[in-house]
């Protein structure tokens, strides 16, 4: 279900796609802050709002160790290397070499897809994409952190509630029905701003298998995902959700679903939702969060809520960053 008594002046999804021009099924030019994106969805009345989730006062750490997918599914971002050195007996300072920024619990940066279409979010230039400049970058999250109300869809539980876990070897896409069926059978309520989490047990299941397993999986270049599909970013945008995050690899199925709406839209991402939701949208995606510890929690409460706080790495003009993601419950 979905509290509509907050929803704005923002056009809907269907709206956007009447814009003229490369602004057609964009928000660009939409928000105050131009390179913020969706998080400006959070006001500063559903941040005092969003005090009310906090019931135990219970804290848990959504990021894994940035070395924990060695090896991963990504081919070229291996786990760094930490150095700790000495200038005298009474000294350590340490370092880390082949930092991954996004290798491992992450938040993707509006800079981290380009519209194969119509470009970088807002009509940014390609030139500014770039080593030093701040068009985009994770600063903006960094100097002005996101933080609201967060509400967890707790994908694996119902599965597993209903003799059906998800099928994480197969790489299986999980449809926008199963998330309305979830959030339903949990009787969650979203509301303007928030920040939605979907827990698959993804990581759970891939840390959990052996090496050799892993690196098979990371070959096969299959993930359990969200699937594509238009109502699902049209639900996302028209519910207005400042973030989506999960604890998979891509936040999306990989390969995406044969019937991709974006198959022609995004050829170089070979129709994945990402150049729809962060180039489009400006919203940001959370991908591999640590969320199996805050879904057991919650299961056992009855409470599908929490204050979540994410900020970034202040790096000007990082593409993405550790999430440093907290959820008080």
């Known amino acids: 279900m979905t509290d509509t008594t907050e929803a704005g002046t923002y056009p809907t999804f269907a709206e956007l796609q009447d814009r003229e021009g490369e602004l057609a099924g964009t928000s660009w030019d939409l928000f105050k802050e131009p390179w913020r994106g969706t998080p400006s969805f959070i006001t500063q009345d559903r941040v005092l709002s969003a005090r009310s989730c906090i019931r135990t006062g219970t804290v848990f750490g959504l990021d894994y160790p940035a070395d924990a997918f060695d090896p991963g599914m990504s081919i070229k971002r291996g786990a760094p290397r930490h150095t700790i050195y000495s200038s005298h007996p009474a000294h350590r300072d340490d370092y880390l070499d082949g930092y991954y920024l996004q290798g491992s619990s992450q938040i993707d940066g509006l800079r981290h897809r380009r519209a194969d279409d119509v470009g970088f979010y807002n009509a940014t230039p390609d030139d500014r994409i770039r080593e030093g400049t701040p068009d985009l970058g994770v600063q903006e999250w960094a100097e002005n952190p996101i933080a609201g109300r967060g509400v967890l869809v707790d994908l694996d539980g119902y ?47 891939f840390l959990a298998l052996p090496t050799e ?8 270049r299959r993930a359990t995902g969200i699937a594509q599909s238009l109502e699902f970013v049209a639900w996302a945008w028209d519910n207005r959700l400042s973030l989506l995050a999960a604890d998979n690899f891509a936040f999306e199925c990989l390969p995406v679903v044969p019937q991709s709406p974006f198959l022609h839209s995004a050829p170089n991402d ?23 510890p805050l879904a057991q929690h919650m299961r056992a409460s009855g409470r599908w809520d929490a204050f979540v706080s994410i900020k970034p790495l202040s790096i000007t003009g990082g593409t993405g960053s550790p999430a440093n993601a907290t959820a008080i419950t």
Request: hydrophobic share 35%.
């Open 270 to 292: 070979h129709g994945m939702m990402h150049q729809q939701l962060l180039a489009k949208l400006g919203m940001p995606l959370g991908e591999l969060w640590k969320l199996g």
């Open 213 to 220: 397993q892993k690196q098979r999986t990371r070959d096969s």
């Open 159 to 205: 599965r597993s509630g209903q003799s059906n876990p998800i099928d994480h070897a197969g790489g299986e896409p999980l449809s926008f029905s199963l998330i309305q069926d979830a959030i339903q059978a949990q009787s969650i309520r979203t509301r303007p701003g928030d920040i939605l989490m979907l827990h698959t047990g993804w990581c759970e299941w």
